[in-house]
């Protein structure tokens, strides 16, 4: 168990529709990080959070957004989603501030799936 | 840009033995952090090893090395005495310096799978 959180497991859902994932990170870590998942695409990066800020943003559609709140806990939100939407969504936590030795640690993921 | 190469989709190996995984990154800035991750039919990411690559030795965590080598720009990772419960996809990652590249870019992974 790295100890990041995330809810729910599973998602099923209907095109056009909007979901929020949401991510609980370590017990001290103040970044959050969002990845996505699919076959075709491999794991890629979407967007960090650091202290509630937004640090660093990737390949994330407009459609996507995310923010960190003050406790910490951070959300993603998908919106008018499409079939190629379906994916693994993972958030990672680090302690932040460390530069590139700073080690990420993944949650379980979210398997959206858009019908 | 960063990039992660896995040349290996697949791999066998046989239970109790040594098998390495090939990693290979390309990337012009002198500073930087190497991962691996284990990921599970389950579909969870478990942190393995790091190295950074000002490390002076190769990293080792239990039963998990790295054959770091920096003018080759490898990071092959290493399993001794395999286990049925080390089959999974594993990916190598890395992570610049610099502000705002704090993401993880990744290979697209090596499927092991270990033979009883």
């Known amino acids: 168990d790295s100890g990041v959180t995330q809810t729910p497991k599973h998602l099923i859902t209907a095109t056009g529709q909007r979901v929020t994932l949401r991510c609980s990170p370590r017990?001290?870590?103040?970044?959050v990080y969002w990845y996505q998942q699919s076959l075709d695409q491999g794991l890629q990066f979407l967007i960090q959070?650091?202290?509630?800020?937004?640090?660093a943003k990737g390949n994330i559609l407009e459609r996507f957004s995310a923010q960190q709140f003050p406790d910490l806990h951070s959300e993603l939100n998908l919106s008018s989603l499409e079939l190629g939407d379906s994916a693994l969504y993972f958030c990672?936590?680090?302690?932040?501030?460390?530069?590139?030795?700073?080690?990420?640690?993944f949650g379980p993921g979210t398997r959206l799936t858009v019908l | 840009a960063q990039k992660i190469t896995q040349t290996q989709p697949g791999m066998f190996v046989q239970e109790k033995e040594a098998v390495t995984l090939d990693c290979t990154y390309d990337?012009?800035?002198?500073?930087?952090?190497l991962f691996w991750y284990k990921q599970p039919s389950s579909g969870e990411m478990i942190f393995l090893i790091y190295?950074?690559?000002?490390?002076?030795q190769n990293a080792t965590e239990g039963r998990y090395s790295l054959n770091f080598q920096k003018a080759r720009k490898s990071a092959n990772l290493v399993i001794s005495a395999s286990q049925l419960g080390d089959s999974a996809m594993y990916f190598c990652?890395?992570?610049?310096?610099?502000?705002?590249?704090?993401?993880?870019?990744f290979g697209k992974g090596t499927k092991l799978s270990v033979i009883p």
């Open positions: 990672a936590s680090s302690v932040g501030g460390k530069g590139y030795t700073d080690t990420q640690y």
């Open positions: 017990s001290g870590d103040l970044s």
């Open positions: 959070y650091y202290n509630g800020e937004e640090r």
């Open positions: 990337t012009s800035d002198p500073s930087y952090g």
């Open positions: 190295q950074g690559s000002y490390d002076q």
């Open positions: 990652a890395m992570r610049p310096p610099g502000a705002g590249s704090y993401q993880l870019t």
